[in-house]
């Protein structure tokens, strides 16, 4: 999944096939990953699928909202840690080519 918003990358970028993905995990809300928060509470049923992360997350967190990469590690990481599924270690989404 090519970033732009990060500019020199450090890690190879990260594997993520969006549709495949979501058909194998069984995801069908997509506010699950592309949410709508308003004055700090997140807003049930709404989406934000139309945005990209780096619409919203900056570089620098700001608040209690995180920065990009963090916002993408937080999600990403703590359903793979919940659901005892996918990858957790940095080389298994950063795979080198
Ligand atoms: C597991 C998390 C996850 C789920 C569930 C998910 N998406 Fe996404 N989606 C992403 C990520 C991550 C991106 C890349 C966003 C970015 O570029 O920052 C993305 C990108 C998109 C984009 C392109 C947005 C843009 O303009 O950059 C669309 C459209 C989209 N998703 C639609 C959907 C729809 C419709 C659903 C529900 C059927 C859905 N997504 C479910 C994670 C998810
Ligand atoms: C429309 C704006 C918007 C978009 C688009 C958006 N976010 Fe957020 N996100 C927020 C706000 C605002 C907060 C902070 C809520 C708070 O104050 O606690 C937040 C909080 C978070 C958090 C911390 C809370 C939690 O859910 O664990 C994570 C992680 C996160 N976002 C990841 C993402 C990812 C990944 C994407 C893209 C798939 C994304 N966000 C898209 C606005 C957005
Ligand atoms: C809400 C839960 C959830 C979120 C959020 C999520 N994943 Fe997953 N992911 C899963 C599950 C469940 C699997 C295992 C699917 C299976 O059984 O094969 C998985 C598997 C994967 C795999 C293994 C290959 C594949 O496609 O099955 C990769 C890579 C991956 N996830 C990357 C990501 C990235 C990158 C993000 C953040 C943008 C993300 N995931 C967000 C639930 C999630
Ligand atoms: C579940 C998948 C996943 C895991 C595990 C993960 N990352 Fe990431 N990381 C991402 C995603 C998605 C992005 C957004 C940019 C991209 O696609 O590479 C990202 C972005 C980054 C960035 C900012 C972009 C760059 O390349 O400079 C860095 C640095 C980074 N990760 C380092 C790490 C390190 C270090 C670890 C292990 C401690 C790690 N990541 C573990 C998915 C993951």
Same mark, same amino acid.
């Given at each position: 999944?090519?970033? %732009?918003?990060?500019?020199? @990358?450090?890690? /190879?970028? +990260?594997?993520? %096939? ?6 194998? *995990? #069984? @995801?069908?809300? =997509?506010?699950? =990953? ?7 509470? @997140? $807003?049930?049923?709404? +989406?934000?699928?139309?945005? *990209? =992360? ?7 967190? !700001?608040? +209690? !909202?995180?920065? @990009?990469?963090? #916002?993408?590690?937080? !999600? ?6 919940? +659901?005892?599924?996918? /990858? $957790? *270690? ?8």
């Amino acid at each position: 999944m090519k970033v %732009d918003a990060f500019e020199k @990358l450090e890690r /190879p970028i +990260s594997a993520f %096939d969006h549709d495949d993905h979501n058909d194998k *995990a #069984a @995801l069908e809300d =997509c506010s699950v =990953c592309h949410h709508v928060y308003e004055d700090g509470k @997140l $807003v049930e049923g709404e +989406s934000s699928e139309d945005q *990209a =992360c780096a619409d919203c997350h900056t570089l620098k967190a !700001q608040g +209690s !909202q995180p920065g @990009l990469m963090m #916002a993408y590690h937080r !999600q990403c990481k703590s359903c793979h840690i919940e +659901s005892k599924k996918g /990858p $957790v *270690a940095c080389g298994e989404c950063h795979v080198k080519k």
